[in-house]
């Protein structure tokens, strides 16, 4: 195994010394992982917050989620500094399938991960040559049971601290200062530990040096399987769950060996989760208040004396505990008042649904799956190309509380930190903060809605329909039926489902509005074709009132993306055209809204050259509108060529398009097709 050069107590202390191997409780340890890695601020719902880059590294890592990591990582860091949170256990409570086990999980992998580098590895230690004492039977060796820290044995070798903090001095060279760093982290032995240790120095006449030469030291497994480092203890039924699950027994095997009755070694507490997670890692309780009463009676006691106690027996631990629940059994066991100190021993942290569609998309990713899907006859399966949208926009809707200062399109935006006309972050942010005073913690943003099971469901359907085997391919339109489907069978709550039903067909009008954009697109024959017309107007209006604008109209301006300098001649009807599709009848209203798009210019382009416009809806539909209705000469309408193909021009035009779509908008036949017949009809206009 990696790391297990150093074979002796004294080998590890000089170690420790050099800076090669490093001696720190559990807190401070996933601290240091968590705060040594990037850190970037980020404006999440109109505030500023942080975010640890640890989170968000590997192919599945965690999404969203700001505010409860960085209350996870102030709680984990005031622990590391010594504050009360080191008697606490830090709870994750929420609705299913919003994370939280994700989360937890999460961790612990990237935990285990940091281990295995040789500076961050964990060690314990051993006693060997037991089978001379006579007291042990056939037992030769026997591993710290709590796989304490080498250190804290050197800190309780002698009775007297003075004595223990002059080997660490004599043996590893530490100073003063460095010694007492180093008892900030001082635990006693645990029961078994240094009831052997009197029993070799008894054995030796008191003669450390034969002691230690009987002691080695072994690393502690990373082995996931095992449970030692980051263990997980989920919630049980009542009658097969004890407390021995987390503490241990007494086990028969070990008293045929020993012959002393009060050897505290008798028990086996590796039975326990406890045990193996002791020694500076990480234990998860999962649904801890699914568990019966005795069983969180346990765990108040480890989560404050941080100790595991048997017979009046004890073994210190270092471990960080994290538990999850869900509100209802939550609120379940908050009702029973005599269970108030338990909950006053956790810091309670609610975990909200993701409520930002963008984010969103990487999720809907994770419930798609990232492995090639194939239809039930083993063809290959494709994906239509706003199916990640449809599905985002369906499920976030449903987790945006009702407001009435904001429409759930304007939530939906500035929470995804977009443009939602004169409505601005701030507005939001209000709404938030109502919200989050409400003592019903279902009520809160973000806290009720459809999870990622629920998500996870809808594209399961969308899979195994018959539609979709068919046409071997998942169609962005028929997901919203499927969302449906979910929403009916699986929520219980009548207004709930009144109010998800509503948020599809608010998700099917925006999938109409993408769908405009997709057509108008395809008709250019250009992937960005909406996208140019819309910074063009952008820069027209921009350029309307320059000095240097000549008689021809036409106006030079500074490309902020690629620096360049770029001409465009000003057409004042396709302004006009556009603002009245917007419904600006007056030329102030028009003066307003220029004045405004010049603002957001102003603001966005500083910080983000690339910023498009592209999440102005009402713009990109005014821009589209005047462009498909207006521009084809001949046809009235593109809607009306498309859906008349009788005659050969409307034909050409109808198979120009598909091909566009096949070729540089990733649509398949079935998709392209389909999208093309939805856009012929009059269903979910706003």
Known sequence: MAGSGHATLQEHLKAVKAKKRIFENAFQGVSRMILDDEISKVVVNGKTTYDFSIFRSGDKHIIGMYEELNSFVSYVKDAAEGGSSREMAYVLVGEPGNGKTFFVEFLCQQYRQFLTEDINRKYSFR?????????????????????EDPIILAMNLFEKRDDNKAFLKETGGFTDKEIDTLYMNYRPLGACSGFILNDLLAYNDGDIKKVLDSISIIPVPLTESLGTITGKYPAKDKITSSAVDLLGEESIQRMLHLTDTNNPFRFDLRRGALARVAGGGIHFSDEIYKNKKDLVQVYLGVIQNRTIEIDGFKWPIDTLIIATSNNSEFNQFLAEKEEAPIVDRCRISYVSH????????QLTNYAIGTMKRTTLMREDLHQDPNLNYSASVAVVLSRLARSEKLTPIETLKLAAGEVA???????????????NHDTEIIN????????????????????ESSETNEGRCMFAYDVFKTIERVVLDYVTEGNDRKKYLEDIKIARGLYRERIMTEMFNAYMDEPYAIRKDVLNYVNMIIGVDAENLG?????????????????????ERFVKNVEERLGLKTKEQGDAFRTSIRKIYGQKISVDPNYDFMDNLELVKAITDVRLKSDIAGAGSLIGALANRTNEENQKLYDRMITTMLGKLNYCKTCAQKTIEYFCTQDDEN
């Open 444 to 463: 809160r943003f973000g806290q009720k809605g459809l999870g990622q099971r629920n998500l996870g469901r809808a594209i399961q359907l969308l899979i």
């Open 421 to 435: 006309g004169e409505k601005s972050i701030k507005t939001l942010a209000e709404v938030i903060d109502i919200l």
């Open 551 to 571: 008689p021809d109209k036409m106006w030079k301006y500074k490309d902020p993306q690629t620096g360049e300098l770029k001409a465009i001649k000003i057409d």
């Open 354 to 361: 993701n409520t930002n569609y963008k984010l969103q998309s």
């Open 127 to 147: 006693f060997d040559n037991l089978d001379k004492l006579e007291t042990y039977g056939k037992i030769k060796s026997i591993e710290s049971q709590t796989y």
